[in-house]
């Protein structure tokens, strides 16, 4: 059976920002404010950004008072790691397996 990869999920993490905005979060849950301060993003910027993970699945809202806290979605980053580490798994044994040519 061939492993897939979530492309769609890639995709969304491809973007620089996106990616900037995981990392951050996987380090600590963070409101707007303080992803603004962090990033340098414009704060329309970031909550489009933040939208586009909100949808993918990436990272889940915390109301806190009139602020929004993110966290990320730790289960997520893992599901997709681990198909990449069935990939590698799949490679290393690759070189047993050769089609003949015909």
Do not use: W
Not at 18 to 28: D, M, N, P, S
Not at 56 to 61: L, S
């Amino acid at each position: 059976m061939m492993t897939s990869v979530d492309t769609d999920l890639i995709r969304v993490l491809a973007d620089p920002l996106r990616l900037k905005i995981v990392t951050l979060l996987a380090h600590e849950t963070l409101c707007t404010t303080h992803l603004v301060e962090e990033t340098g993003a414009r704060q329309t910027n970031l909550s489009n950004h933040l939208k586009v993970l909100r949808e993918a699945g990436v990272v889940e809202t915390e109301p806190c008072g009139r602020f929004t806290y993110y966290k990320l979605k730790p289960e997520v980053i893992a599901a997709l790691a681990g198909q990449f580490t069935e990939l590698a798994e799949h490679a290393r044994t690759a070189a047993d397996r050769k089609r003949s040519c015909p």
